[in-house]
């Protein structure tokens, strides 16, 4: 590996899943093209946390945007800690601004979105979205592609 990864702890190694978001290292390396705006995409089909009233599971597709800065986080530290979230409780909306506020504070990005699709709890889906401001102009910022919930039928 090259000395701009030596600092690494979890990447070409074993890496058990933290017990929560707290406990997860999330890790960047530099972009090595930090003079193009161009965008990054993660999406995590199969995010899980839990209800902090019933300990119920609740599930969501999350889709992060980001359009990188000097940093670039480092996707096995991204999936130990989104997976950190499985024994987690809080409300869907604190999980989703938790994860955005983690990148945001690591990277420092140029630009970054988040939309988190939640399955229903209770009969109704809750759908949460924030962005750090207006997208760099000349930066291309696909559709998320997730439809919205409608059910069976």
Known sequence: MTDSYDGLTQLGRPAAIP???????????????????????????????LCPMTGQPD??????????????VES?????????F???????????????????????????RIGAYWYPRGGIPIDVFWQTGTPPEGAWIP?????PYRGRG
């Open 19 to 49: 017990n929560s978001p707290d406990e997860a290292v999330l890790e960047r390396v530099p972009n090595p093209r930090a003079d193009a705006a161009y965008v990054v995409r993660f999406t995590i089909p199969e995010f899980t946390s």
């Open 59 to 72: 599930f969501a597709h999350i889709v992060i945007d980001y359009v990188p800065g000097d940093w670039l």
């Open 76 to 84: 096995k530290s991204l999936k130990l800690f989104a997976n950190s």
């Open 86 to 112: 499985r024994n987690h409780g809080a409300f869907h909306e604190a999980c989703t601004m938790l994860v955005a506020r983690r990148l945001v504070d690591l990277l420092a990005p140029v630009w970054l």
């Open 143 to 147: 559709d998320q592609g997730v439809p």
